[in-house]
């Protein structure tokens, strides 16, 4: 498996949820921009050998997933 065949469609829900908790405990002090930093930090941690600009576009996709109406 190469490193860029390993998406986010490859973590678990556990993994998923961490990244999405990342994001909105980023929320709740700091900016669209600040939050989006930690998560991707996070998903970093779990995917290290991913580019970080096929991981921001990924995070996004995990992120429009994510939310609810």
Do not use: C, K, N
């Amino acid at each position: 498996m190469t490193a860029l065949s390993r998406r986010i469609a490859d973590l678990t829900a556990q993994e998923a949820a961490v990244v999405r908790h990342a994001y909105d405990a980023g929320r709740l002090h700091e900016d669209h921009d600040g939050a989006f930093s930690l998560a991707m930090s996070v998903l970093r941690g779990l995917r290290p050998d991913l580019p970080l600009a096929f991981l921001a576009w990924e995070l996004d996709g995990l992120l429009a997933g994510a939310s609810v109406v």
